[in-house]
């Protein structure tokens, strides 16, 4: 065929490989999708957690914490860790990037269920540019 006198549109020259191409592609962009669905739920379980809560609100009170990373202070990435739950019994271990106007840090949440409280292992921040470390279970040890 006479490459002048070709009238094919863009689509009917090259579908042989446009077709098989545009299905990776979509097959990438739905397996991104289903990633960043499974990451919002994974995220949303740890915030909606009772560890998560008392760690934030007890790192947001304490003042060496603020004097270190300024205010507002908020999470920074993905958690790390695990949390169970079955009955009244359960588990909690997480790493939970934080950051602040001054710098960032790590809250570390160890804890334990039993009942309706929970009691705590450890709950400490730890500074990624330096190897201070902040207990914040100095003033309790169960929370409800």
């Known amino acids: 065929m006479d490459v002048e006198n070709d009238h094919?549109?863009?689509?009917?020259?090259?579908?042989?490989?446009?077709?098989?191409?545009?299905?990776?592609?979509?097959?990438?962009?739905?397996?991104i999708l289903l990633f960043?669905?499974?990451?919002?739920?994974?995220?949303?379980i740890f915030?909606?957690?009772?560890?998560?809560?008392?760690?934030?609100?007890?790192l947001q009170k304490n003042e060496l914490v603020i004097n270190k990373l300024g205010k507002p202070i908020?999470?920074?990435?993905?958690?790390?860790?695990?949390?169970?739950y079955k009955n009244d019994f359960g588990a909690a271990d997480l790493k939970i990037p934080i950051k602040g106007?001054?710098?960032e840090?790590?809250?570390?949440i160890i804890a334990e269920k039993n009942g309706e409280n929970w009691t705590y292992q450890t709950m400490e921040?730890?500074?990624?540019d330096s190897n201070e470390k902040i207990d914040l279970l100095e003033?309790?040890?169960t929370i409800e």
């Open 8 to 31: 094919r549109n863009w689509f009917q020259k090259n579908w042989k490989w446009a077709v098989p191409s545009l299905g990776c592609l979509s097959v990438i962009v739905v397996f």
């Open 36 to 44: 960043g669905v499974m990451v919002g739920k994974v995220t949303n």
């Open 47 to 58: 915030e909606d957690s009772v560890p998560y809560s008392v760690g934030m609100e007890a």
């Open 74 to 84: 908020e999470t920074d990435g993905m958690f790390q860790g695990t949390i169970n």
């Open 101 to 103: 106007p001054k710098g």
């Open 105 to 108: 840090a790590s809250l570390m």
């Open 125 to 128: 921040v730890s500074f990624k």
């Open 139 to 141: 003033n309790f040890k």
